[in-house]
């Protein structure tokens, strides 16, 4: 059975940094692509970024500079360094395993619960 | 800003069929990429619905199907049941942002 679970949110400055985490089991985790997608309060879903397998990465335009996405395939773990945070990246960050034929194709086949952001003075 | 739009709320009552649009554009859709859909309970995260615009993955009931033609998706329920009751969203890759997108997201209403 996949598990996905985020951990390392909370309540952080804006201009301040956090480093999130999810933890994945139930599958090969080296070969697939996750990624981190974000849901603010009463709003759609934001992709943030994706890393494939072998360390590959991509970012939303709204993120990128601030934001680092990596993983530990040892340790089965996904992480999201985010530095100089703004009001408007409070939100729930989602971990998601990607599955599909291609990177222009993939689907988020396996969410986890989610972790709260909240950027606030 | 999504670059895909879906209408807002949609609303049927228990039997009916209800149909969720999602409209792109030429650097998403109309390209060929695939469109997934997404259902989202209140208060919990979202779960695969259909994926490669019209397949479902083991355990969605087969009133949930999908289409997909020139810029626009679509899901359709039928035989629309209260547990139905959800936030939906499609999702697909755009070649101009190199990323993925999702819908501006439908509230299914069960009546």
């Known amino acids: 059975e996949v598990k996905l679970l985020e951990s390392g949110g909370g309540l952080v400055q804006p201009g301040g940094s956090l480093r999130l985490s999810c933890a994945a089991s139930?599958?090969?985790?080296?070969?697939?692509?996750m990624s981190w997608v974000r849901q603010a309060p009463g709003k759609g879903l934001e992709w943030v970024s994706l890393?494939?397998?072998?360390?590959?990465?991509y970012y939303a335009d709204s993120v990128k500079g601030r934001f680092t996405i990596s993983r530990d395939n040892s340790k089965n773990t996904l992480y999201l360094q985010m530095n100089t945070l703004r009001a408007e990246d409070t939100a729930v960050y989602y971990c998601a395993k990607m599955d599909g034929i291609d990177y222009n194709n993939y689907c988020f086949d396996y969410w986890g619960p989610g972790t709260l952001v909240i950027v606030s003075s | 800003q999504s670059v895909l739009t879906q209408p807002p709320s949609v609303s049927g009552a228990p039997g009916q069929r209800v149909t969720v649009s999602c409209t792109g554009r030429?650097?998403?859709?109309?390209?060929?990429?695939?469109v997934h859909w997404y259902q989202q309970l209140p208060g919990t995260a979202p779960k695969l619905l259909i994926y490669?615009?019209?397949n479902r993955p083991s355990g969605v009931p087969d009133r949930f199907s999908g289409s997909k033609s020139g810029t626009s998706a679509s899901l359709t329920i039928t035989g629309l049941q209260a547990e139905d009751e959800a936030d939906y969203y499609c999702q697909s890759y755009d070649s101009t942002l190199s990323g993925s997108v999702f819908g501006t997201g439908t509230k299914v209403t069960v009546l």
């Open positions: 030429s650097s998403n859709i109309e390209t060929g990429h695939d």
């Open positions: 890393i494939f397998g072998p360390g590959g990465t």
């Open positions: 139930g599958f090969t985790f080296r070969n697939f692509a």
């Open positions: 490669g615009n019209t």
